[in-house]
């Protein structure tokens, strides 16, 4: 095809989303984008966000100019490796006593760089031999402990402990919990 087709660029990722833009090609009266051999839609502006997608994906996105009918060759692809959700690991307890016990986790490292970590929330049971365990408290801290007191003696317990992060899309902060919990 003589159409030209644009450069595609990639300024923005995240855990569940890309901001993609390319040049303006001035005959182009739209621009179809492509995830591999996937069109995933027809634009009249430079620019996309792509929302909704999985944590852990990986994409290969192009993009090609339209004048009417007429499409161009698809443009260099650019590689968006959405990072995997921040899962806790290292979950210990220390500090154990008659009524109180310290749950310890290791700190979570939060990419890509426009991301920011907001809290952990650390989810706490008393374990029971016949059922899944009796929901004690729930708390929300910034530091990678807590200590829980006013416990039963000769009773077994557990913790669970999870991630809350933020990041920025098309100019609005939004924060993210699911409960993905390591024990």
Do not use: M
């Amino acid at each position: 095809s003589s159409l030209p087709a644009p450069t595609l660029n990639c300024y923005a990722f995240g855990y569940k989303f890309a901001k993609l833009s390319w040049n303006t090609i001035d005959c182009a009266n739209s621009y179809n984008l492509y995830d591999g051999n996937t069109k995933i839609g027809n634009y009249t502006t430079t620019n996309a966000t792509i929302t909704g997608l999985d944590y852990g994906s990986n994409h290969s996105y192009t993009v090609t100019s339209n004048v009417g009918s007429a499409e161009s060759n698809k443009s260099t692809a650019v590689a968006v490796n959405c990072p995997a959700y921040p899962s806790v690991i290292g979950v210990s307890f220390s500090n154990v006593k008659q009524n109180q016990v310290t749950v310890n986790w290791n700190p979570v490292t939060i990419s890509p760089a426009n991301h920011s970590l907001v809290r952990y929330h650390v989810h706490f049971y008393k374990i029971a031999a016949t059922a899944e365990g009796t929901f004690i408290k729930a708390i929300t801290t910034t530091e990678t402990s807590y200590t829980f007191d006013g416990l039963t003696d000769n009773t077994q317990y557990t913790a669970y402990v999870d991630v809350e992060y933020q990041y920025t899309l098309n100019g609005e902060t939004k924060n993210v919990h699911e409960s993905r919990w390591s024990s």
